[in-house]
Protein backbone atom coordinates (compact mmCIF):
# COMPACT_ATOMS: atom_id res chain seq x y z
CA UNK A 1 0.00 0.00 0.00
CA UNK A 2 0.74 3.53 -0.03
CA UNK A 3 0.54 5.27 2.75
CA UNK A 4 -0.14 9.36 3.60
CA UNK A 5 1.18 10.13 7.67
CA UNK A 6 0.64 14.04 7.88
CA UNK A 7 1.72 15.26 11.32
CA UNK A 8 2.28 19.19 12.95
CA UNK A 9 4.60 17.36 15.11
CA UNK A 10 7.63 14.51 14.71
CA UNK A 11 11.05 14.29 15.96
CA UNK A 12 13.24 16.12 17.00
CA UNK A 13 10.30 17.48 19.41
CA UNK A 14 10.18 14.46 21.73
CA UNK A 15 6.94 13.12 22.91
CA UNK A 16 4.31 10.31 22.93
CA UNK A 17 2.95 11.43 19.27
CA UNK A 18 6.56 11.63 17.96
CA UNK A 19 7.06 8.05 19.34
CA UNK A 20 4.00 6.74 17.66
CA UNK A 21 4.77 7.93 14.07
CA UNK A 22 8.10 6.69 13.85
CA UNK A 23 6.45 3.06 15.09
CA UNK A 24 3.51 3.10 12.80
CA UNK A 25 5.89 4.35 9.78
CA UNK A 26 8.92 1.75 10.60
CA UNK A 27 6.56 -1.08 10.97
CA UNK A 28 4.60 -0.44 8.28
CA UNK A 29 8.04 -0.26 5.96
CA UNK A 30 9.09 -2.98 6.98
CA UNK A 31 6.13 -5.22 6.19
CA UNK A 32 6.74 -3.94 2.49
CA UNK A 33 4.38 -1.03 2.78
CA UNK A 34 5.34 2.48 1.02
CA UNK A 35 5.03 5.47 3.51
CA UNK A 36 5.64 9.32 3.26
CA UNK A 37 5.68 11.22 6.51
CA UNK A 38 5.15 15.20 6.19
CA UNK A 39 6.23 16.69 9.22
CA UNK A 40 7.50 20.51 10.10
CA UNK A 41 11.14 21.32 9.76
CA UNK A 42 12.25 22.39 12.78
CA UNK A 43 15.32 24.71 11.26
CA UNK A 44 19.17 24.51 11.57
CA UNK A 45 20.84 22.97 14.65
CA UNK A 46 17.45 21.39 15.88
CA UNK A 47 19.17 17.42 14.80
CA UNK A 48 16.20 16.76 13.03
CA UNK A 49 18.64 15.34 10.34
CA UNK A 50 19.36 13.10 13.04
CA UNK A 51 16.18 11.44 13.19
CA UNK A 52 15.30 11.30 9.35
CA UNK A 53 15.10 7.74 8.25
CA UNK A 54 15.98 5.47 5.34
CA UNK A 55 13.01 3.62 5.68
CA UNK A 56 10.66 5.76 5.16
CA UNK A 57 10.36 9.05 2.76
CA UNK A 58 9.92 12.38 5.42
CA UNK A 59 8.63 15.83 3.86
CA UNK A 60 9.44 18.94 5.83
CA UNK A 61 7.62 21.81 5.28
CA UNK A 62 8.93 25.10 6.84
CA UNK A 63 7.02 25.92 10.16
CA UNK A 64 7.17 28.93 12.49
CA UNK A 65 7.31 28.76 16.44
CA UNK A 66 3.88 28.82 18.33
CA UNK A 67 4.52 31.29 21.10
CA UNK A 68 2.62 30.27 23.99
CA UNK A 69 4.33 26.54 23.32
CA UNK A 70 7.94 27.34 21.64
CA UNK A 71 8.48 23.44 21.55
CA UNK A 72 6.43 23.40 18.39
CA UNK A 73 6.07 24.17 15.25
CA UNK A 74 3.37 25.55 12.81
CA UNK A 75 3.51 24.39 9.04
CA UNK A 76 3.54 27.90 7.42
CA UNK A 77 0.12 28.01 5.39
CA UNK A 78 1.58 28.93 1.89
CA UNK A 79 3.90 26.13 2.69
CA UNK A 80 0.18 23.95 2.77
CA UNK A 81 -0.91 25.48 -0.62
CA UNK A 82 2.00 24.79 -2.22
CA UNK A 83 2.70 21.30 -1.37
CA UNK A 84 -1.09 19.94 -1.69
CA UNK A 85 -0.96 19.88 -5.80
CA UNK A 86 2.26 17.89 -5.75
CA UNK A 87 0.99 15.58 -2.80
CA UNK A 88 -2.42 15.40 -5.31
CA UNK A 89 -0.35 14.31 -8.26
CA UNK A 90 1.03 10.89 -6.35
CA UNK A 91 -0.85 8.09 -5.47
CA UNK A 92 -2.44 7.20 -2.39
CA UNK A 93 -4.29 4.49 -0.95
CA UNK A 94 -4.77 5.80 2.83
CA UNK A 95 -4.10 9.43 3.99
CA UNK A 96 -3.50 9.27 7.68
CA UNK A 97 -3.75 12.38 9.73
CA UNK A 98 -1.96 12.53 13.01
CA UNK A 99 -2.78 15.79 14.36
CA UNK A 100 -5.50 18.44 14.18
CA UNK A 101 -4.09 21.57 12.84
CA UNK A 102 -2.00 22.05 9.59
CA UNK A 103 -1.86 18.61 9.42
CA UNK A 104 -5.79 18.08 9.22
CA UNK A 105 -6.06 20.66 6.93
CA UNK A 106 -3.74 19.51 4.83
CA UNK A 107 -4.96 16.15 4.86
CA UNK A 108 -8.84 16.71 4.22
CA UNK A 109 -8.14 19.20 1.01
CA UNK A 110 -6.00 16.02 -0.28
CA UNK A 111 -9.08 13.63 0.54
CA UNK A 112 -11.71 16.20 -1.39
CA UNK A 113 -9.11 16.42 -4.22
CA UNK A 114 -7.97 13.04 -4.78
CA UNK A 115 -11.17 10.96 -3.30
CA UNK A 116 -8.74 9.06 -0.84
CA UNK A 117 -10.04 7.75 2.52
CA UNK A 118 -8.99 9.52 6.00
CA UNK A 119 -8.36 8.09 8.75
CA UNK A 120 -7.31 10.09 11.99
CA UNK A 121 -5.66 8.88 15.25
CA UNK A 122 -6.83 10.85 18.24
CA UNK A 123 -3.49 10.57 20.23
CA UNK A 124 -4.05 13.58 22.57
CA UNK A 125 -6.63 14.76 25.15
CA UNK A 126 -6.54 17.98 24.41
CA UNK A 127 -9.52 18.63 27.07
CA UNK A 128 -7.24 18.19 30.24
CA UNK A 129 -3.90 19.49 28.49
CA UNK A 130 -5.36 22.63 26.46
CA UNK A 131 -5.53 24.72 29.93
CA UNK A 132 -1.73 24.16 31.05
CA UNK A 133 -0.84 26.27 27.92
CA UNK A 134 -3.28 29.13 27.54
CA UNK A 135 -3.74 29.74 31.49
CA UNK A 136 -4.81 32.88 31.36
CA UNK A 137 -8.00 31.90 29.50
CA UNK A 138 -11.71 30.45 31.63
CA UNK A 139 -10.64 26.58 31.42
CA UNK A 140 -14.60 25.96 31.46
CA UNK A 141 -14.18 27.98 28.13
CA UNK A 142 -10.99 25.89 26.88
CA UNK A 143 -12.57 22.91 27.80
CA UNK A 144 -15.52 23.81 25.70
CA UNK A 145 -13.86 24.86 22.62
CA UNK A 146 -11.68 21.52 22.55
CA UNK A 147 -14.29 19.47 22.92
CA UNK A 148 -16.38 21.45 19.83
CA UNK A 149 -13.18 21.68 17.68
CA UNK A 150 -12.64 17.68 18.43
CA UNK A 151 -16.47 17.10 16.95
CA UNK A 152 -15.78 19.34 14.30
CA UNK A 153 -12.38 17.97 13.42
CA UNK A 154 -13.77 14.07 14.08
CA UNK A 155 -16.67 14.41 11.56
CA UNK A 156 -14.19 15.46 9.19
CA UNK A 157 -12.35 12.26 8.59
CA UNK A 158 -13.76 9.07 7.55
CA UNK A 159 -12.40 7.35 10.47
CA UNK A 160 -10.87 7.24 13.44
CA UNK A 161 -7.61 5.27 15.54
CA UNK A 162 -8.53 5.65 19.30
CA UNK A 163 -5.51 4.29 21.45
CA UNK A 164 -7.76 2.94 24.09
CA UNK A 165 -11.41 2.50 25.22
CA UNK A 166 -11.84 4.96 27.73
CA UNK A 167 -10.86 7.37 24.70
CA UNK A 168 -13.77 6.00 23.16
CA UNK A 169 -15.81 6.60 25.70
CA UNK A 170 -14.36 10.38 25.85
CA UNK A 171 -15.61 10.57 22.22
CA UNK A 172 -19.04 8.93 23.02
CA UNK A 173 -19.71 12.08 25.70
CA UNK A 174 -18.19 14.53 23.37
CA UNK A 175 -21.12 13.41 20.61
CA UNK A 176 -18.60 12.35 18.12
CA UNK A 177 -20.14 10.11 15.23
CA UNK A 178 -17.64 9.21 13.51
CA UNK A 179 -16.65 5.50 13.09
CA UNK A 180 -13.93 4.44 15.51
CA UNK A 181 -11.69 1.56 16.13
CA UNK A 182 -9.06 0.75 19.56
CA UNK A 183 -5.95 0.38 18.35
CA UNK A 184 -3.17 1.14 20.99
CA UNK A 185 0.40 1.82 19.11
CA UNK A 186 2.63 -0.77 20.97
CA UNK A 187 6.22 -1.28 20.41
CA UNK A 188 8.83 -3.23 18.76
CA UNK A 189 9.94 -5.44 21.01
CA UNK A 190 13.31 -5.90 19.64
CA UNK A 191 14.22 -2.54 20.14
CA UNK A 192 13.59 -2.81 24.42
CA UNK A 193 15.73 -6.11 24.74
CA UNK A 194 18.81 -4.28 25.08
CA UNK A 195 20.34 -2.13 27.85
CA UNK A 196 22.37 -1.97 30.32
CA UNK A 197 21.78 0.00 33.95
CA UNK A 198 25.01 -1.35 35.59
CA UNK A 199 26.91 0.80 33.21
CA UNK A 200 24.14 3.47 33.25
CA UNK A 201 24.87 3.71 36.70
CA UNK A 202 28.82 2.97 37.02
CA UNK A 203 29.26 6.23 34.23
CA UNK A 204 27.18 8.82 36.34
CA UNK A 205 28.38 7.52 40.02
CA UNK A 206 25.18 5.82 41.27
CA UNK A 207 26.08 3.39 43.44
CA UNK A 208 25.02 -0.08 42.82
CA UNK A 209 23.43 -0.89 45.92
CA UNK A 210 21.16 2.43 45.80
CA UNK A 211 18.05 2.41 45.79
CA UNK A 212 17.24 3.81 42.66
CA UNK A 213 13.20 5.12 41.01
CA UNK A 214 13.10 6.55 37.30
CA UNK A 215 10.73 8.07 35.23
CA UNK A 216 10.80 8.78 31.58
CA UNK A 217 8.25 11.57 30.74
CA UNK A 218 8.16 14.64 28.96
CA UNK A 219 8.51 17.16 31.49
CA UNK A 220 5.53 19.04 31.61
CA UNK A 221 2.61 20.08 34.05
CA UNK A 222 -0.13 17.37 33.04
CA UNK A 223 2.55 14.55 33.38
CA UNK A 224 2.02 15.24 37.08
CA UNK A 225 6.06 14.82 38.04
CA UNK A 226 5.87 17.13 40.79
CA UNK A 227 3.61 14.60 42.09
CA UNK A 228 6.78 12.14 42.38
CA UNK A 229 8.74 14.45 43.73
CA UNK A 230 6.66 14.70 46.54
CA UNK A 231 6.46 10.79 46.83
CA UNK A 232 10.37 11.09 46.51
CA UNK A 233 10.50 13.69 49.21
CA UNK A 234 8.55 11.07 51.38
CA UNK A 235 10.52 8.35 50.74
CA UNK A 236 13.87 9.94 51.84
CA UNK A 237 12.87 9.58 55.57
CA UNK A 238 12.95 5.85 54.88
CA UNK A 239 15.71 5.69 52.08
CA UNK A 240 18.15 8.82 52.89
CA UNK A 241 20.33 7.02 49.90
CA UNK A 242 16.95 7.20 47.42
CA UNK A 243 18.14 8.06 43.70
CA UNK A 244 15.42 9.42 41.42
CA UNK A 245 16.08 9.30 38.03
CA UNK A 246 14.55 11.67 35.44
CA UNK A 247 14.84 11.42 31.62
CA UNK A 248 13.29 14.16 29.48
CA UNK A 249 12.57 17.40 28.97
CA UNK A 250 9.73 20.32 28.43
CA UNK A 251 7.89 23.30 28.98
CA UNK A 252 8.16 22.89 32.97
CA UNK A 253 11.33 21.29 33.43
CA UNK A 254 12.92 24.58 35.80
CA UNK A 255 9.87 24.65 37.85
CA UNK A 256 10.54 21.16 38.66
CA UNK A 257 14.02 21.73 39.46
CA UNK A 258 12.93 24.55 41.55
CA UNK A 259 10.92 22.10 43.44
CA UNK A 260 13.22 19.30 43.75
CA UNK A 261 15.50 21.79 45.49
CA UNK A 262 12.84 23.47 47.73
CA UNK A 263 11.96 19.42 48.77
CA UNK A 264 15.72 19.14 49.99
CA UNK A 265 16.25 16.97 47.15
CA UNK A 266 19.00 17.91 45.54
CA UNK A 267 21.08 15.11 46.60
CA UNK A 268 18.47 12.62 45.53
CA UNK A 269 17.60 13.78 42.03
CA UNK A 270 18.97 13.73 38.95
CA UNK A 271 17.47 15.47 35.70
CA UNK A 272 19.50 13.51 32.83
CA UNK A 273 17.02 16.03 29.36
CA UNK A 274 16.00 13.47 26.84
CA UNK A 275 18.56 10.97 26.02
CA UNK A 276 18.93 8.55 23.07
CA UNK A 277 16.57 6.02 22.79
CA UNK A 278 18.56 3.17 20.94
CA UNK A 279 21.33 3.79 23.77
CA UNK A 280 21.07 6.00 26.83
CA UNK A 281 17.67 5.91 27.21
CA UNK A 282 17.32 1.82 27.41
CA UNK A 283 20.01 2.01 29.99
CA UNK A 284 18.39 4.68 32.30
CA UNK A 285 15.10 2.09 32.45
CA UNK A 286 17.24 -0.60 33.67
CA UNK A 287 18.98 1.02 36.13
CA UNK A 288 15.82 1.55 37.95
CA UNK A 289 14.81 -0.78 40.94
CA UNK A 290 11.23 0.58 39.99
CA UNK A 291 9.69 2.55 37.46
CA UNK A 292 7.23 5.42 38.47
CA UNK A 293 4.64 6.97 36.46
CA UNK A 294 1.55 9.11 37.39
CA UNK A 295 0.38 10.72 34.93
CA UNK A 296 -3.79 11.17 34.34
CA UNK A 297 -4.07 12.31 31.01
CA UNK A 298 -2.46 9.30 28.61
CA UNK A 299 -4.23 8.22 25.63
CA UNK A 300 -1.88 5.18 26.19
CA UNK A 301 1.04 5.77 28.29
CA UNK A 302 3.82 3.66 25.86
CA UNK A 303 6.90 4.39 28.61
CA UNK A 304 5.01 1.79 30.53
CA UNK A 305 5.08 -0.95 28.41
CA UNK A 306 8.73 0.48 27.25
CA UNK A 307 9.15 -0.55 31.45
CA UNK A 308 7.82 -3.50 30.89
CA UNK A 309 9.54 -4.95 28.12
CA UNK A 310 12.98 -4.06 29.38
CA UNK A 311 11.77 -6.07 33.03
CA UNK A 312 11.58 -2.97 35.28
CA UNK A 313 9.34 -2.92 37.91
CA UNK A 314 6.70 -0.66 37.91
CA UNK A 315 4.90 1.32 40.70
CA UNK A 316 1.91 4.01 38.76
CA UNK A 317 -1.55 5.40 38.87
CA UNK A 318 -4.15 3.71 36.06
CA UNK A 319 -6.31 6.33 34.77
CA UNK A 320 -7.13 6.85 31.38
CA UNK A 321 -4.90 4.72 28.96
CA UNK A 322 -2.41 3.86 32.03
CA UNK A 323 -5.58 1.96 32.87
CA UNK A 324 -6.13 0.07 29.97
CA UNK A 325 -1.82 -0.68 29.80
CA UNK A 326 -2.12 -1.70 33.35
CA UNK A 327 -5.36 -3.92 33.46
CA UNK A 328 -3.93 -7.02 34.86
CA UNK A 329 -0.61 -6.47 34.28
CA UNK A 330 1.66 -8.64 36.74
CA UNK A 331 4.55 -6.38 36.34
CA UNK A 332 2.95 -3.60 37.70
CA UNK A 333 1.73 -2.30 41.38
CA UNK A 334 -0.54 0.26 40.77
CA UNK A 335 -1.58 2.69 43.36
CA UNK A 336 -3.72 6.20 44.25
CA UNK A 337 -2.62 9.51 43.41
CA UNK A 338 -2.47 9.75 46.95
CA UNK A 339 1.52 10.54 48.45
CA UNK A 340 1.35 8.26 51.22
CA UNK A 341 -0.25 5.45 49.19
CA UNK A 342 2.46 5.73 46.53
CA UNK A 343 4.80 5.81 48.68
CA UNK A 344 4.02 3.01 50.54
CA UNK A 345 3.88 0.99 47.50
CA UNK A 346 7.55 1.88 46.25
CA UNK A 347 9.01 1.43 49.63
CA UNK A 348 7.47 -2.14 49.51
CA UNK A 349 9.12 -3.30 46.14
CA UNK A 350 12.31 -1.03 47.21
CA UNK A 351 12.39 -3.20 50.31
CA UNK A 352 11.80 -6.80 48.64
CA UNK A 353 14.23 -8.51 46.02
CA UNK A 354 11.74 -10.90 45.75
CA UNK A 355 8.63 -8.84 44.82
CA UNK A 356 11.12 -6.88 42.08
CA UNK A 357 12.38 -10.41 40.96
CA UNK A 358 8.95 -11.07 40.75
CA UNK A 359 7.72 -7.87 39.11
CA UNK A 360 11.03 -7.54 36.15
CA UNK A 361 10.16 -11.71 35.13
CA UNK A 362 6.74 -10.55 34.12
CA UNK A 363 7.24 -7.79 32.58
CA UNK A 364 8.23 -9.11 29.05
CA UNK A 365 5.40 -11.94 29.32
CA UNK A 366 3.27 -8.54 29.76
CA UNK A 367 4.42 -6.49 27.11
CA UNK A 368 3.76 -9.20 24.33
CA UNK A 369 0.65 -7.94 24.09
CA UNK A 370 1.42 -4.94 23.20
CA UNK A 371 3.99 -5.69 20.35
CA UNK A 372 3.58 -4.11 17.00
CA UNK A 373 3.29 -6.97 14.66
CA UNK A 374 -0.23 -8.30 15.71
CA UNK A 375 -1.10 -4.59 16.26
CA UNK A 376 0.16 -3.41 12.49
CA UNK A 377 -1.60 -5.88 10.80
CA UNK A 378 -5.32 -4.78 12.42
CA UNK A 379 -3.64 -1.46 10.84
CA UNK A 380 -3.06 -2.52 7.59
CA UNK A 381 -6.59 -4.45 7.58
CA UNK A 382 -8.21 -1.32 8.32
CA UNK A 383 -6.68 1.12 5.79
CA UNK A 384 -7.31 -1.94 3.15
CA UNK A 385 -10.91 -1.99 4.34
CA UNK A 386 -11.31 2.19 3.99
CA UNK A 387 -9.11 2.08 0.49
CA UNK A 388 -11.72 -0.54 -0.67
CA UNK A 389 -14.86 1.52 0.03
CA UNK A 390 -16.22 4.17 -2.46
CA UNK A 391 -15.56 7.61 -1.51
CA UNK A 392 -19.39 8.10 -1.49
CA UNK A 393 -19.55 4.82 0.89
CA UNK A 394 -17.63 6.57 3.58
CA UNK A 395 -18.97 9.97 3.12
CA UNK A 396 -22.60 8.38 4.25
CA UNK A 397 -21.44 5.71 6.91
CA UNK A 398 -20.54 8.48 9.06
CA UNK A 399 -23.70 8.70 11.05
CA UNK A 400 -23.90 5.19 11.71
CA UNK A 401 -20.84 5.33 14.57
CA UNK A 402 -22.47 3.60 17.22
CA UNK A 403 -23.01 0.77 15.01
CA UNK A 404 -19.65 0.24 14.20
CA UNK A 405 -18.21 0.60 17.25
Known amino acids: MNILMLSDVYFPRVNGVSTSIRTFAQSLARMGHAVTLVAPDYGPGSGQELHDSDEFEIVRLPARVIFFDPEDRLIRAPELRRVLPELAQRHWDVIHIHTPFQAHRLGV ?79 DLDEFSRGDGAHFRAEHGIEATRPTLVTVSRLAVEKNIAFLLQVARRLVADFPELMFIIAGEGP ?144 ASKPQAQAAR
Not at 344 to 352: E, G, I, P
Open 109 to 187: RLAERTGRPTVETYHTYFEEYIGHYLPWAPVALLRLVARRLSRMLCHGVDHLIVPTAQMVEVLDRYGIATPSTVLPTGI
Open 252 to 395: DAERLKRLSKEYGLDANVRFFGNLDRRTTLLDAYRAGDAFVFASPTETQGLVLIEAMALGVPIVSTAVMGTATVLRDARSAVVSEENVEDFAAHVSRVLRSPELRAQLSAAGPVDARGWSTQGLMEQVVALYQRLAQAAPRKLA
